[in-house]
């Protein structure tokens, strides 16, 4: 048994809570919002993120981050991706030497383009730093459906211990080196969903839904391999398998705001709609400026941004990426000289 601290108290840091001590760890689960802390404590559900998924009565709820962070086998940081670096740098005093911190957010740091293991390797450099990702829908985890993930760290020791840490029998979860392959999947996948959620509420249909997943995709390993990341990992979970569930599951906050900005609200209307911190959002100019910095296509990334934050409309956004040049699907493949 393992003696686990998890920083962040949303939808999915309470379904790893659950999940975790259904493995038999002791949990503490700490919340910077003091009526959250209240409320889980006393009624056991979280009312607003996870109604339905009953707390068990062992596992402590605390405001204090000292308490949750001193003295664990390992931390869970499962707050929105705006908040890591602070998050971070408030846990940074009570990090142990070599403590292992697995993150579950997904981002990029607008200012400095950097993935969320940088940025807490930055601010907490004592850690072992590593990341759990992929198609895992909070509402779904909680639930005990059956999911799959990938825990992405530096050394083979450190995956493979969260590795037994984390599986069960509804949770299966892989090992990978790749955590920058990992996070850029993650963070951009987000961008894309709200795409695909933009164009479901243009009332286009699954032939528009497929052309987004695919172009995506290749989009996202276009960025991802000239940055380091490895070609097999955006082919997996963290690849085109977290990106076909954000763009088309109900869960998905990132294709909600999407839709409804394709029904003609704005950004800020369809994040306030939401109710929750809509990742996609806050990544979608980190990867338009990864892009540029790299020199990578991602035109599907360009229009989104268009979209947000310059008032594009979103049917001409569309229109746009429709009529681009014509080119190959795969400009590396050989052809045929004609006889």
């Not at 009526?35 to 709820?61: A, Q, Y």
Request: glycine content about 10%.
């Amino acid at each position: 048994m393992a003696n686990v601290g998890i920083i962040g108290a949303g939808s999915w840091g309470t379904a790893l809570s659950v999940l975790l001590h259904d493995n038999g760890h002791q949990v503490t689960v700490w919340s910077i919002d003091a009526e959250e802390v209240r409320m889980l404590s006393e009624e056991r559900e979280h009312k607003t993120k996870l109604s339905g998924v009953k707390l068990p009565e062992d596992m402590i709820f605390t405001g204090t981050l000292e308490t949750a962070v001193r003295g664990k086998d390992f931390l869970v940081l499962a707050v929105p991706s705006p908040f890591t670096r602070m998050t971070a740098k408030k846990m940074s005093a009570y990090v142990e030497e070599g403590q292992v911190i697995v993150d579950v957010a997904k981002g990029i740091e607008e200012g400095t383009l950097k993935t969320l293991s940088q940025q807490i390797e930055e601010e907490i450099p004592q850690a072992d730093v590593a990341v759990l990702s992929g198609p895992s829908h909070a509402e779904e985890v909680g639930r005990k459906l059956p999911t799959t993930c990938v825990i992405g760290a530096k050394t083979k020791e450190t995956a493979e211990y969260l590795q037994r840490m984390f599986i069960s029998k509804a949770f299966r979860v892989y090992t990978s080196p790749d955590l920058l392959g990992i996070e850029l999947g993650g963070a951009l996948k987000n961008v894309i969903a709200l795409a695909a959620g933009i164009a479901d509420g243009l009332g286009y249909g699954d032939n528009t839904k497929a052309a987004l997943i695919t172009r995506g995709i290749a989009e996202i390993a276009r960025l991802g391999v000239k940055m380091g990341g490895k070609i097999q990992t955006f082919s997996g979970l963290t690849g085109i398998g977290d990106l076909i569930v954000t763009c088309a599951s109900v869960h998905s906050r990132n294709r909600k705001a999407g839709y409804l900005i394709g029904q003609g609200k704005s950004m800020q209307e369809a994040m306030d709609e939401v109710k929750m911190v809509v990742e996609g959002v806050y990544s979608a100019k980190a990867a338009a400026a990864l892009a540029e910095k790299y020199e990578v296509s991602m035109p599907i990334v360009q229009e989104v941004n268009a979209v947000l934050f310059e008032g594009k409309n979103p049917a001409e956004a569309v229109d746009d990426l429709m009529q681009r040049e014509l080119r190959s699907e795969v400009a590396a493949l050989p052809w045929e000289e004609k006889k």
